[in-house]
């Protein structure tokens, strides 16, 4: 806490994003709560020494909240809040390549008028209903991920927020219970019937192999109707599958495909694969979910099933400045590279 500023600044050494991340997140949040334009900011030696960390890092979080017109400052004056914009919340669930192109597109299509606050809820109820809490009418548009994606909980703190202000991002809101989603605006992939239809369509490929896994920690925060389309198609095409929970145990067997949903998991596997001496989509196979980028250039290229988040990202922009209604599913589609 800064004594000289009085502003309820706090890092939390326990949580995934960096101190920089943080201390972004959190100079937002006080601006939003605690301050108002023309309102003087610490300086950097203050929060360098009150929140105990390098002055190099308190530098590249002004800088940074410069760069998005949140903070501005002078010789003489320091730093201090920026003039009123258009500002919009963009609350995910964690970080991930695929949700950094939804991003990125959001950035690329406002203009300078617009502030984008990104905050990471990592599917921590409280801390989501915090962020929602205190910064309920302060932003022209809510761009949310909801923190539950397997019982599809609905916090009625989002009852504070103007529907026509909100968008849902990436879930299903109609599967939500007690809630009237109706009212409000969503951009989603599909989780069952366009991954059933996904594998359909690479069914010939997917019987080369003596089995089939689905790879699915128990702890991931992914809507279990994955699971039931996977088994569904399985059935339906009388493959052999087993669901991995969880990878530590598990030993690759050649001749057997592996459909993984985690990032992290596809480099365990991959990991594994070559200590194994196992060639890709020769020896076993891989189909991952959500594309990224470094897909195309890993292992001779992987395969996927994934949305475009990219058209997810300009229709989010879209809503954001035009401030109309959107329903939308992004469609869902096949990527066949060499490891399946």
């Given at each position: 806490m800064t004594s000289d500023y009085n502003l309820s600044i706090s890092l939390n050494n326990t949580l995934p994003e960096t101190k920089l991340q943080q201390l972004i997140n959190e100079i937002i949040r006080v601006i939003h709560t605690e301050l108002k334009e023309g309102d003087s900011l610490p300086s950097v030696n203050v929060l360098s020494r009150n929140l105990n960390i390098s002055r190099d890092t308190v530098f590249k979080a002004y800088k940074e909240l410069k760069q998005r017109k949140i903070v501005d400052s002078t010789p003489t004056r320091g730093y201090f809040v920026n003039r009123e914009m258009n500002r919009v919340l963009l609350l995910l669930d964690y970080y991930s390549p695929f949700k950094d192109l939804v991003y990125q597109e959001i950035e690329k299509s406002l203009n300078r008028k617009y502030s984008i606050d990104l905050v990471f809820h990592h599917y921590n109820k409280h801390l989501f209903e915090s962020v929602i809490l205190e910064s309920a009418n302060w932003y022209n548009s809510y761009v949310i991920m909801n923190f539950d994606t397997r019982e599809f909980e609905v916090s009625e703190v989002l009852l504070k927020i103007d529907p026509s202000k909100l968008l849902f991002l990436d879930i299903p809101i109609y599967r939500w219970k007690n809630f009237e989603s109706e009212k409000y605006s969503y951009i989603w992939q599909n989780f069952d019937e366009a991954v059933y239809n996904c594998l359909k369509e690479i069914s010939d490929r997917i019987k080369n192999y003596n089995s089939f896994h689905?790879?699915?920690?128990?702890?991931?925060?992914?809507?279990?109707?994955?699971?039931?389309?996977?088994?569904?198609?399985?059935?339906?095409?009388?493959?052999?599958?087993?669901?991995?929970?969880?990878?530590?145990?598990?030993?690759?067997?050649?001749?057997?495909?592996?459909?993984?949903?985690?990032?992290?998991?596809?480099?365990?596997?991959?990991?594994?694969?070559?200590?194994?001496?196992?060639?890709?989509?020769?020896?076993?196979?891989?189909?991952?979910?959500?594309?990224?980028?470094?897909?195309?250039?890993?292992?001779?290229?992987?395969?996927?099933?994934?949305?475009?988040?990219?058209?997810?990202?300009?229709?989010?922009?879209?809503?954001?400045?035009?401030?109309?209604?959107?329903?939308?599913?992004?469609?869902?589609?096949?990527?066949?590279?060499?490891?399946?």
């Open positions: 689905l790879v699915i920690p128990e702890y991931l925060q992914h809507p279990p109707v994955t699971i039931q389309a996977f088994e569904k198609f399985c059935n339906d095409y009388n493959i052999k599958h087993y669901v991995i929970r969880n990878l530590t145990d598990v030993e690759l067997k050649k001749g057997d495909a592996y459909f993984i949903l985690r990032e992290k998991d596809l480099a365990t596997v991959l990991k594994m694969s070559k200590e194994d001496h196992f060639k890709v989509g020769r020896d076993i196979g891989i189909l991952a979910y959500n594309n990224t980028p470094i897909y195309e250039f890993v292992a001779s290229g992987i395969s996927v099933i994934s949305t475009d988040f990219r058209e997810m990202g300009k229709k989010a922009g879209r809503f954001i400045q035009d401030g109309k209604a959107i329903k939308e599913i992004i469609p869902t589609r096949v990527i066949l590279r060499e490891s399946i």
